[in-house]
């Protein structure tokens, strides 16, 4: 079965730090990636995806995420966080003829001002 | 606001009682979704549409479960003889069907058994 894993549950840092947050997919096939983000009373928003190909892809809010496929990987990163940032983070997979998305258990950040 | 909306937003509700659900999605959308949400866990699927069809339903669907889009926009999730492990966050998404395309979540509705 598909899974996705998110191994950092909760991460804590001050402003303007460096963010990198992980994600596994277990499907050896063709995919489709993505990152989610709930910030505090709203419903999930898309952060960014990836379909094909550059395996760099760049997002909303200067967040940015890196497709490695021999890792099967697709991690998360900022260069500097805002407190704004704090929020929960889920990775999202699915394959290509799948068209439901398969979630990792999420990372919440909290970012100290 | 053109976004996908949820009804009710808050749902509680005593052991045993039917409860149902409802989404709108965007309207120019032909595909839905329903997922379930539990504290500390990300979205796990419950079921799709294309349109008025149900394509897909996961495991986690029980015969308790049932969902239909009648005439390919609105959709209701019903819950008969609910449990107290049915409470969780219900959440609706849509999307295009195009080759390449996302998923716009609504705000969900929590469902809390007593």
């Known amino acids: 079965a598909q899974s996705v894993s998110q191994h950092n549950h909760h991460v804590i840092l001050s402003e303007a730090a460096s963010l990198e947050l992980g994600c596994n997919y277990s499907y050896g096939g063709t995919v489709n990636l993505f990152w989610y983000v709930q910030y505090p009373g709203q419903h999930l928003q898309l952060l960014l995806k990836y379909f094909s190909g550059d395996p760099l892809v760049k997002g909303i809010k200067g967040f940015e995420a890196e497709f490695i496929k021999s890792k099967f990987s697709f991690n998360l990163r900022k260069p500097s966080v805002q407190w704004s940032d704090t929020a929960e983070y889920f990775c999202a997979v699915n394959r290509g003829s799948a068209r439901q998305l398969t979630f990792g258990s999420g990372t919440q950040l909290t970012v100290l001002p | 606001d053109t976004g996908v909306s949820q009804d009710p937003r808050h749902k509680i509700t005593k052991r045993g009682q039917n409860v149902t659900f409802r989404c709108d999605p965007i309207s120019e959308h032909n595909r839905l979704y329903w997922y379930r949400q539990t504290l500390g866990q990300g979205p796990e699927f419950l079921t799709y549409?294309?349109?008025?069809?149900?394509?897909?339903k996961s495991r986690l669907l029980s015969d308790r479960f049932s969902a239909e889009r009648p005439k390919g926009s609105f959709s209701t999730l019903e819950i008969q003889r609910t449990e107290q492990g049915d409470s969780a966050m219900y959440l609706c998404?849509?999307?295009?069907?195009?080759?390449?395309?996302?998923?716009?979540f609504g705000p969900g509705t929590r469902l809390t058994v007593t």
């Open positions: 998404a849509s999307s295009l069907d195009r080759v390449h395309y996302e998923q716009y």
């Open positions: 549409f294309q349109n008025e069809a149900q394509l897909e």
